[in-house]
């Protein structure tokens, strides 16, 4: 009895180390697993995290099985506490986006638009409606005569960012839309654009014209084109700033700015943020 | 910090300890990896080779190896365990995480096919990495990494296997053991290795959302116009930002109002040097070696984008 006592002890740091990994490796597999994953990540990670979290399960198991005597030491207790810290963090993270998240509302990949929606929400021509779940969405709609490319904030960006001529001449996105105190009333749409995590997450937006009649927050589907910004306008753009409870870096097209041509207040996408963007057609879109 | 900043501050960490995870866990399988199967005498013939070839054969390394910078630490730090003479490793710590492949071509898909900003981004960090394999190339193992390491448990061995036998390596861990036993050396090795990186990359990653945070965005734009002003400013957020080096060519390209010489600046620097890096090398390494690891690449990226932007070089 006090044979194995001993033996406990001795080994007790790996295997306490082998506990804190399959605790580190079920939360990573268990949220890769979860409709929360896109508050942290690109879903296209999810495997990849999904695998790293199995990986450590593993290895925990091999500590906690067949663990080695070990003498416990400052070094060992500080990078036990620093991951259990960060485990408490991360729970804490999980919990709140869970608790945000409607209980009906699921991800479906980049286009998937599922959210319920919005009260209030309608169409300032009278035509709004939401967006089927998980409906597939041409790559060009026509109203009024006019053929439209369907595509997605930041591809646009992307595009007059990068000093390309054939952006789409008339164009339907979605997009927040907001009017910040630093473009002194003027209206911003933009979405936030994730390429890996939240800490790379951009906040992209152009200025917009043509959206007098919609609040302040909602989201809208804006059929449009582009027009050159005056000289105000640059000057504005180049003075963005993040809201209050920013976590994106928010950057504003110091060029140009969107006119509507047609507006429709949506749902809130579900995701809300972009993760795929495409050079040319047919675009991520959503 | 009220709740909500609390929140937002929770997530970044969450998801940048997330996105580096796996590639943590790469590093330290790898080094696991080497630890148990590659012979003791495996590397020393490298050191027989004159110093440029070892500096050529580290940044070969990085060239075709997929690594980040957050799992390149415990990967180098038994690369020289192993004897691998820090000509070779150093070169490869700091440059791998750009020059390798995924990285590369990040960055010439984020500008647009533009071989020159690929080609700068490599010079500038192949440069200092080269100068600080040439510095510290005289240094023996034990002058370089801190002997004071707690890798996994104070055992006073060398193999980082952290426990209480006294063993000759090719009998623990190697050549006398079966393959089953091996593979849960490699097992055991890997998780505690994780763990042991992970605190650095718990603690880098609460830095830079601390910063993140905290840091209005607001003093971007002015520190934009000015050359002098832009590079030390891309610099000190490529710290502070600890952005993996697979995805900073992004960030990098949307902050389009920054000279081509700053946004270098920022995409040279920070995979060799951020707030996940910094605790590493300085409980990895003598304290000597991490500053010269901290510093020389600052001092050489400054320099060489300052002359890049004066001269006109890239715009």
New interface residues.
Partial sequence: MSGRLDNFR?TF??RM??L??LC?GGF?AG?ALSRQYW???NPK?SP??L??GC??C???L??LL?P?????????L???A??L??LC??A???E??ARELPPDASFTGPRGLSAPAEPGAAGVNGASEPVGPQAPEPPRVTRDGVEYVRLNLAELYIML??GRKDYPAHFVLRANLTRPSWLGGGTLVSRIAV??????S?N?GFQAQGLDKIRDGKWVEIYGHLAPLDAAGRKKS?????DE???S???VN?AQRIVAEHVEVIPTPDPPFLFEFREKEPFAGQ | MDQSTFQIFASIVTSIVLEAAPFLLLGSFLSSLIAVFAGDKAFLRMAEKPLPVQIILGLAAGLVLPTCECGIVPVARRLLRKGVPAGAAVPFMLAGPVINPVSLAATWVAFQGDWRMVAWRAALVMIPAAALGWILAAGKTTELLRPTLEMAGDSGCACGCGHDHAHGHGQEHGNGRSVAARLFDVLRLTGREFLDMGRFLVFGSAAAALCKVLLPQAWLAPLSANLWLAVPAMLLLAVLMSICSEADAFVAASLSMFPRPALLAFLALGPMLDLKLLPAFLTVFRRRVAWLLICVPALIVYALCMSLGLVGAIR
């Avoid at chain 1, 005597?69 to 400052?74: E, L, Q, S, W, Y």
């Avoid at chain 1, 390429?195 to 790379?200: E, G, I, K, P, R």
């Avoid at chain 1, 180049?238 to 993040?242: C, D, Y």
Wanted: hydrophobic letters at 50%; proline letters at 4%; aromatic letters at 6%.
């Fill in positions: 001795a740091q790996d180390e082998g804190i990994l580190m990573m949220l508050n942290f990540l990670f990849l995290t695998g790293a990986v450590i593993v290895c925990g091999a500590l067949r080695e005597p070990g003498r416990g030491t400052v070094g060992r500080l990078r036990q620093a991951v810290a960060f963090l991360a804490t993270a999980w709140h986006t960012d990068r390429v890996c995590c939240l800490a790379d951009l992209l180049k003075s963005a700033q993040p409870r920013e976590l870096l928010r950057v110091p």
